[in-house]
């Protein structure tokens, strides 16, 4: 492959994730080169980032992919040799909250130490990249709303706590070594592509298929929790404007809006003119051991930085992701809203 003069080379983990994979449909937009880290699988799981791929002997090709996992340092090095990538994204995690508390450890490895290994890769290979940390309003925890970059952390699961390690991590790189390394702390952000067993497209899809007649009952865990809840494509845009800035800091990146389980669920339903009473039920094998009642973010220093500000509320989001979960299933056919947010 031949680069072009002047083309930026990105290297981002978990590309195959929902994040990953607006992040590199937004990056490709810019006329980055973009070198994606999979994991080796028996299956394909690159379906989220199909539609971006092109054969690389084509000239025209700018999305790459290597196989990596964050848990192989010499692997992570030997790659940012190789690609010296302008920036680096590092989105890759075991993400699933409740599965944390079953597996403490590898949320540990992985979300935790899949951090340090690759700021080591950047400091013993001297690449001179910016580093983006997808840190997590899960961080804050048990600390009452609102939460922003000074509120103190307060972790209530495994994986929070790795987050809230790889955090620290970041920014003892960033003091100790002048690595030019950020924490995007991003409250929760949905879309289409979100994985089934989050709780959002866990709704969305069950109300689809009930609509269709394909489900009798949604079970759930905790309706009271309350939660920020943002759309996907909007908040890579955020990512990516961090590291343009010409000094490296932290920012909360949040719709500020305070909504709960219970709300998403109505709109969800009321969407497709369902009471949603009739059709979920609680099943305690959901509820998480030690639970965060309420995160609310205030992305008012991003806003100041640089002019990021959240436009899809929740009411809008479950419209989008209904809409998505019904055109999946035979015999519906919808227009999905089209929303091009990174347009900066």
Same mark, same amino acid.
């Given at each position: 492959?031949?680069?072009?003069?002047?083309?930026?080379?990105?290297?981002?983990?978990?590309?195959?994730?929902? /994040?990953?994979?607006?992040?590199?449909e937004?990056?490709?937009?810019?006329g980055?080169?973009?070198?994606?880290?999979?994991?080796r699988? *028996?299956?394909?799981?690159?379906?989220?980032i199909?539609?971006?791929?092109?054969?690389?002997?084509?000239?025209?090709?700018r999305?790459?992919?290597?196989?990596?996992?964050?848990s192989?340092?010499?692997?992570? *090095? !030997? +790659?940012?040799?190789?690609?010296?990538?302008?920036?680096?994204?590092?989105?890759?995690?075991?993400?699933?909250?409740?599965?944390?508390?079953?597996?403490?450890?590898? =949320?540990? /490895? =992985?979300? @935790?130490?899949?951090?340090?290994?690759?700021?080591?890769?950047?400091?013993?290979t001297?690449?001179?990249?910016?580093?983006?940390?997808? !840190?997590? !309003?899960?961080?804050f925890?048990?600390t009452?709303?609102?939460?922003?970059e000074?509120?103190?952390?307060?972790?209530?699961?495994? %994986?929070?706590?790795?987050?809230?390690?790889? %955090?620290?991590?970041?920014?003892?790189?960033r003091?100790?070594?002048?690595?030019?390394?950020?924490?995007?702390?991003?409250?929760?952000?949905?879309?289409?592509?979100?994985g089934?067993?989050?709780? =959002?497209?866990?709704?969305?899809?069950?109300?689809?298929?009930?609509?269709?007649?394909?489900?009798?009952?949604?079970y +759930? @865990?905790?309706?009271?929790?309350?939660?920020?809840?943002?759309?996907?494509?909007?908040?890579?845009?955020?990512?990516?404007?961090?590291?343009?800035?010409?000094?490296?800091t932290d920012?909360?990146?949040?719709?500020? =809006?305070? %909504?709960?389980?219970?709300?998403?669920?109505?709109?969800?339903?009321?969407?497709v003119?369902?009471?949603?009473?009739?059709?979920?039920?609680?099943?305690?094998?959901?509820?998480?051991?030690?639970?965060?009642?309420?995160?609310?973010?205030d992305? *008012?220093?991003?806003?100041r930085?640089?002019?990021?500000?959240?436009?899809?509320?929740?009411e809008?989001?479950a419209?989008?992701?209904v /809409?998505?979960?019904?055109?999946? +299933?035979?015999?519906?056919?919808?227009?999905?809203?089209?929303?091009?947010?990174?347009?900066?």
């Amino acid at each position: 492959m031949t680069e072009s003069v002047g083309t930026k080379r990105a290297m981002v983990t978990g590309i195959t994730g929902q /994040d990953g994979s607006y992040l590199a449909e937004l990056l490709l937009s810019k006329g980055y080169e973009v070198h994606g880290l999979i994991r080796r699988a *028996s299956t394909f799981n690159t379906e989220r980032i199909d539609h971006l791929y092109r054969d690389p002997h084509e000239p025209s090709a700018r999305l790459i992919l290597h196989y990596a996992d964050v848990s192989d340092a010499s692997r992570l *090095s !030997s +790659l940012m040799t190789s690609i010296a990538p302008h920036e680096v994204y590092h989105l890759a995690a075991q993400s699933h909250v409740r599965v944390s508390f079953d597996e403490p450890e590898y =949320t540990g /490895d =992985t979300t @935790g130490l899949g951090t340090i290994r690759l700021l080591e890769a950047i400091r013993q290979t001297q690449v001179p990249a910016r580093f983006y940390q997808a !840190s997590s !309003s899960e961080m804050f925890g048990a600390t009452p709303p609102p939460q922003g970059e000074d509120t103190p952390f307060y972790p209530r699961s495994p %994986y929070a706590v790795a987050k809230v390690y790889a %955090y620290w991590a970041a920014r003892n790189y960033r003091e100790a070594y002048g690595l030019f390394a950020v924490n995007g702390m991003l409250f929760n952000h949905e879309s289409p592509r979100r994985g089934k067993t989050f709780v =959002t497209r866990k709704i969305t899809t069950a109300v689809a298929r009930i609509k269709a007649g394909l489900q009798k009952d949604l079970y +759930l @865990g905790n309706l009271d929790a309350r939660r920020d809840w943002g759309y996907a494509p909007e908040y890579v845009v955020a990512m990516w404007q961090m590291l343009q800035e010409d000094v490296p800091t932290d920012y909360v990146v949040a719709t500020g =809006t305070d %909504y709960s389980v219970e709300d998403f669920v109505r709109f969800a339903f009321e969407h497709v003119g369902l009471e949603w009473q009739k059709y979920v039920k609680t099943d305690e094998r959901y509820l998480r051991p030690t639970e965060v009642d309420s995160l609310v973010g205030d992305a *008012s220093k991003a806003f100041r930085d640089f002019g990021w500000k959240a436009t899809v509320r929740p009411e809008q989001l479950a419209r989008i992701m209904v /809409d998505h979960d019904l055109k999946e +299933l035979d015999g519906y056919v919808v227009d999905v809203p089209v929303v091009e947010p990174w347009v900066a």
